[in-house]
């Protein structure tokens, strides 16, 4: 079984400010992590995933996140925040290795507000 | 390459009617997911169709709710009859492969509100 808790429901930063949003899981299995971002009134888009290979991460738009296997954690980072960076993020696990179920476990999302 | 697409975007129907929720996935994507959103809690997983089969349904809520996917390309979910419990948000995703390996396509989802 796995779980994600984001720790945060708003997260408020000024532009230009880093970003930082936590996500810690808990998996009874090696774990995938992924961060997803919704804008308003579109679906949610992958922001870039850990599947076991380097522990700190890249994804679009400027953002990384490390994994942290001692800390079961997998923050999200930005260095610098742009308004355009202004959503929903959203943390998820899942165990899937080939067999069984590989629906995704989610956060309950943090909403990132970016001032000017 | 044309999205995952989702219709109708919105529904607001009466408590005890019936919807039809629906999602053309992206062509050649043989894994169709659900996913429900209930206001302010997580996105939880529903069910999992691999072409026309369904490879993993553990997350529907219970029997009123019915997915299909007939021929393995779109996909609808039915709600019959509806409760207040039912309103959220509805996505649906696809990927080619499964696995952390294949990426999940989202589409917009559909807000169901159900009064």
């Known amino acids: 079984a796995q779980s994600v808790t984001q720790l945060g429901s708003h997260v408020s930063v000024s532009e230009g400010a880093l970003v930082l949003l936590r996500c810690n899981y808990s998996?009874?299995?090696?774990?995938?992590l992924f961060w997803y971002v919704q804008y308003p009134n579109q679906g949610l888009q992958l922001l870039l995933k850990y599947t076991s290979a380097a522990t700190l991460v890249k994804g679009i738009n400027g953002f990384e996140a490390e994994f942290k296997k001692s800390e079961t954690s997998f923050h999200l980072t930005k260095p610098s925040a742009h308004m355009s960076d202004a959503a929903e993020y959203f943390c998820a696990v899942t165990g899937y290795s080939g067999g069984g179920a590989d629906g995704l476990t989610f956060g309950k999302g943090t909403h990132l507000i970016i001032q000017p | 390459e044309a999205g995952v697409t989702q219709f109708p975007s919105h529904s607001v129907i009466e408590k005890g009617q019936t919807v039809t929720l629906r999602c053309d996935p992206i062509s050649g994507h043989d894994n169709l997911y659900w996913y429900r959103r209930v206001m302010g809690k997580e996105i939880k997983f529903l069910l999992h169709f691999v072409k026309e089969s369904k490879q993993d349904e553990s997350g529907m809520p219970n029997n009123r709710f019915l997915a299909e996917r007939t021929g393995g390309t779109y996909s609808t979910l039915k709600v019959q009859p509806a409760e207040l419990e039912d309103s959220g948000v509805y996505f649906c995703a696809s990927s080619q492969g499964r696995g952390a390996y294949s990426p999940l396509h989202f589409g917009n989802g559909t807000r169901l509100t159900v009064t």
């Open positions: 998996s009874s299995v090696p774990p995938y």
